[in-house]
């Protein structure tokens, strides 16, 4: 019986909970560890190109995203990155736990992970990022298991912690 994180729907695309498969190479996660966690972490799977067209990023992979940004000046932030960017984002409004945030974005991205190499030979910049607040002696702790699924997706892993107080 499968007693793992439920079934979501992100961004009104049904991802189904992943079976649980001990043939996979995944690791039991160790939470005992005295070092807190890092809090409100925010798992996206992001696709950047200077001339992207996000509308065509969203036909393409067949996800509704969490956000978008037409290329061009920001104009919250005119010194700032001016590269299209299309986002899927799971963060504490979806789950607050850390774990199944990240296996939501990559079960999305293992799901389409063709059209995103497509997408990478194209020139776009694909990223999985990890942000968070972290405090003294915290950490975010990733399985055996989960560093595999992002090594066989061929994306880099982007781990952004924010050091300020909350």
Known sequence: MYTGPPAVSLNNRF?????????????????SRDATS???????LIVKKSD???NSVTEKLGLQPSAVRMPGIDRWNPEGDAAGQWRLQCDEHTTRAFPEQLDIILRAAEGCADTLAALRAEGCEVTIVVRGFADNDSQVSFSAGEMARVS??????KIIPNLNAR
């Open 52 to 54: 992207l067209d996000p």
């Open 15 to 31: 991802i189904p909970p992943r079976e649980h498969n001990e043939n996979v190479g995944e690791s039991v996660r160790d939470d």
């Open 38 to 44: 890092w809090v409100l972490t925010t798992v996206a």
């Open 152 to 157: 066989r997706l061929n994306i880099p892993l």
